[in-house]
């Protein structure tokens, strides 16, 4: 619905009247045939009609547009009477700044916030009905912390009512209590699983390890037993090569002397044969 032209101060165009309720437009819609509208009353009527109620163009709210800036222009300018009129105030403002005059206006009807109160009053004695209101909550006088809402509020027992609050502190407490040590044990509970299963972890680790530095011992001695046995074949291989030295330097001797006498030379052949071999066999250790 528009705003009752009554309202205005002045002379309003023709073509800023609702086409449907004949006020002036709120909230304006345009059709493509340029009728225009009030929202809420051309929504209204093609919820049942599917044309324009002016010239019977059709129309779908799909069609509807805002209205041209010029005549938004010109409505907006408009000058208008606070709707609190009746109620004395002498408002008046131009149409684009109503709504927020509006809900600050002093004269505007309202009702008590306290819940059951029915008192009804204009927006300027707010704050003297909340100070007299019958049904506003005060804390009791005597300091109890109460909240005192009706007559007989005022006749309640203070002592009673701080055993009742700290009664209430005292179990919440305990709860409170309760749930903290439920919580750190199973918390705690978590942590020595967690333990356990690291420790069974180590341990196995720790036996792989024992078992890995036994193999090792067991290679080592072996490997130094077998170097043992190589030095005692190279010094063994030591001796005989002396003692072969000996014997063929002593043969060396003996046959210089022969050949002097006339005698063959091939007999130290077998000997020196004996020496090759011998030579060779320190080297072939070294390999294995
Ligand atoms: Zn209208
Ligand atoms: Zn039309
Ligand atoms: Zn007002
Ligand atoms: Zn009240
Ligand atoms: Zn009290």
Redesign the pocket.
């Known amino acids: 619905m528009g705003y009752d032209i009554e309202r205005f101060l002045g002379y309003v165009n023709e073509g800023l009247l609702c086409c449907i309720c004949r006020d002036v437009l709120e909230d304006p819609l345009q059709a493509p045939c340029e009728h225009a509208f009030c929202a809420s009353c051309i929504h209204g009527w093609l919820v049942h009609h599917n044309n324009c109620p002016e010239d019977r163009h059709p129309l779908a709210v799909t069609d509807l547009r805002p209205l041209h800036r010029y005549m938004r222009n010109d409505l907006n300018r408009l000058q208008i009477q606070?709707?609190?009129?009746s109620c004395g105030?002498a408002?008046v403002c131009s149409l684009e700044s109503l709504d927020r005059?509006?809900r600050d206006?002093?004269?505007?009807r309202m009702s008590c916030m306290n819940a059951g109160c029915p008192a009804q009053f204009e927006r300027r004695n707010l704050d003297g009905h909340l100070a007299v209101c019958e049904h506003r909550s005060r804390e009791c006088p005597n300091g109890c912390g109460f909240a005192i809402i009706t007559a007989e509020d005022l006749q309640h027992n203070c002592i009673a009512e701080l055993r009742t609050e700290l009664e209430l502190l005292r179990s919440e407490m305990i709860c409170r209590g309760e749930e903290t040590k439920q919580e750190m044990e199973s918390r705690l509970d978590s942590q020595r699983r967690h333990m356990v299963q690291k420790e069974s972890i180590l341990q196995s680790e720790i036996e792989e390890l024992k078992s890995q530095m036994s193999r090792l011992m067991a290679d080592v001695r072996a490997l130094l037993a077998s170097e043992r046995q190589h030095r005692q074949d190279i010094e063994q291989a030591d001796l005989e090569k002396k003692e072969l030295m000996e014997l063929l330097k002593g043969l060396q001797k003996e046959c210089r002397l022969k050949t002097s006498d006339g005698i063959q030379k091939p007999a130290i052949v077998r000997p020196l044969m004996r020496l090759e071999s011998i030579k060779r066999k320190p080297k072939e250790v070294t390999i294995i």
């Open positions: 606070c709707r609190n009129v105030c408002m005059h509006e206006c002093e004269h505007r």
